[in-house]
């Protein structure tokens, strides 16, 4: 995998997902906890995706996946977990 490369898949309450691929947007670790924590607070993902900008609020998602993980990450953060279904 290209370590340059990040995206999300964001996964909606009626059941469908959209999936992005961008490039790194923080120059360090601790830059993109603040990043992080920043999207949190704001309840909503903002990109621009293919010349158009997308707001997506967070009362639309079910759940986020995000790769690669950081390695920093918020001190609450379950480390090593697995899906079961």
Known sequence: MDMSKRGLTIH???GSKLS??????????MAAL??????????QIVAT??????VIPFDNV???QAFPAPPKLPRYTILGASIRE
Not at 49 to 54: H, W
Request: hydrophobic share 40%.
């Open 20 to 29: 992005i691929e961008f490039p790194a947007q923080t120059p360090n670790e």
């Open 34 to 43: 603040l990043k992080v924590e920043e999207v949190l607070k704001q309840r």
């Open 62 to 64: 079910k759940y986020i």
């Open 49 to 54: 995706v293919d010349g158009a900008v997308l």
């Open 12 to 14: 909606f309450c009626d």
